[in-house]
């Protein structure tokens, strides 16, 4: 008589499917095309690692570029303030007969400076990759001091508003208007620069965050 024909489980183990057939008769896709399992755990082809990795350093490039360009704002336009208030002395009065002016001047070097700096950090992990202090220092140092300096900004521009509102309803306006003009334009400036360093004080905050939580000053 005949031989019986195979279980149904033993041939289910036999059979090909179509896909498989057409890419070599085996019974698993080629290694890029699945994910591994060993030891109970799925892991990531060595294709899908590289995919992601290089996925993750044009978006840190990205990310970085961005802090670059606030960092070169704020830069400018500090340092456009701190020109104006301080060529603002042609005749009389002066900038720096008045304390108000004289911390507009102070503040917008001070923030041209530091944002100098940052400017020359920002390149360097843009280059090279890694930061230019070891990271727990970098990322601090960096979100400290652009609240700090935000906030010498922003009281600077109001206590600046405040004197030229007062000038404005006595003779230095009207005997010298050139000096109150550039006086409001140091101070504008400065407000502009002021904005720029608070997106810079955004993301330095969140990379405190990312790095806070995942130890790493990005979340990718």
């Given at each position: 008589p005949p031989p019986p024909p195979p279980p149904p489980a033993a041939a289910a183990t036999t059979m090909r499917s179509p896909q498989s057939l057409r890419e070599g008769g085996g019974d698993t896709p080629p290694p890029q095309h699945y994910q591994h399992r060993r030891g109970g755990n799925i892991t990531a082809s060595p294709h899908d690692v590289r995919f992601q990795s290089t996925?993750?350093?044009?978006?840190?490039?990205?990310?970085?570029s961005?802090?670059?360009l606030f960092r070169v704002?704020?830069?400018?336009f500090s340092l456009s303030s701190f020109v104006f208030m301080l060529?603002?002395?042609?005749a009389s009065p002066h900038w720096f007969d008045f304390?108000?002016?004289?911390?507009?001047?102070?503040?917008?070097?001070?923030?041209?400076?530091?944002?100098?700096?940052?400017?020359?950090?920002?390149?360097?992990?843009?280059?090279?990759?890694?930061?230019?202090?070891?990271e727990v220092y970098q990322v601090w140092f960096d979100f400290?001091?652009?609240?700090?300096f935000a906030y010498l900004l922003l009281s600077a521009g109001s206590a600046g508003t405040a004197l030229v509102k007062s000038l404005r309803g006595t003779d230095t306006c009207?005997?010298?208007?050139?000096?109150?003009?550039?006086?409001?334009?140091s101070i504008a400036l400065g407000f502009a620069g002021?904005?720029?360093?608070?997106?810079?004080?955004?993301?330095?905050?969140?990379?405190?965050?990312?790095f806070l939580i995942n130890g790493s000053r990005f979340h990718l």
């Open positions: 996925l993750s350093v044009h978006k840190l490039k990205r990310f970085n961005l802090i670059l704002a704020t830069f400018v060529t603002n002395s042609r304390d108000a002016f004289r911390f507009v001047l102070a503040a917008n070097g001070i923030v041209a400076v530091y944002s100098l700096v940052e400017m020359v950090a920002s390149v360097w992990e843009i280059t090279t990759g890694a930061t230019l202090f070891p400290g001091h652009d609240q700090v009207t005997a010298a208007s050139s000096f109150c003009v550039q006086s409001d334009i002021f904005i720029f360093l608070s997106f810079s004080s955004l993301m330095s905050g969140f990379r405190v965050a990312c």
